[in-house]
Nanobody
């Protein structure tokens, strides 16, 4: 069974940085699109960023453009999300997802999540 395992979340002060990682249990070069969702309590799930296998296409939510960067290392079977200039509103559970379209809707795979908390 294919699994996605996220790590790298934590508690950070506003303005700080975190790097999230998502390691897959299988090679990811054949997965068309991978990305990151987030969901805060009481809020809708939001697609934060996605990236195609070859890197020719990337997507960022307006709320994170210029602050977050998505990358994938197919050799390491890992997807990353570099988060800079963090804001309290970035606080959420972050989930790694894999699928066939840039909006990852529907998605084929979903991780268990890693919590990010940003304090003022």
């Amino acid at each position: 069974q294919v699994q996605l395992v996220e790590s790298g979340g934590g508690l950070v002060a506003a303005g700080g940085s975190l790097q999230l990682s998502c390691e897959a249990s299988v090679r990811i070069y054949s997965i068309p699109v991978m990305g990151w969702y987030r969901q805060a309590p009481g809020q809708e799930r939001e697609l934060v960023a996605s990236r195609s296998s070859g890197g020719s296409s990337t997507y960022y939510a307006d709320s994170v453009k210029g602050r977050f960067a998505i990358s994938r290392d197919n050799a390491k079977r890992t997807l990353y999300l570099e988060m800079n200039s963090l804001k309290p509103e970035d606080t959420a559970m972050y989930y790694c997802a894999a699928g066939r379209t840039m909006n990852l809707d529907p998605y084929d795979l979903w991780g268990q999540g890693t919590q990010v908390a940003v304090f003022p």
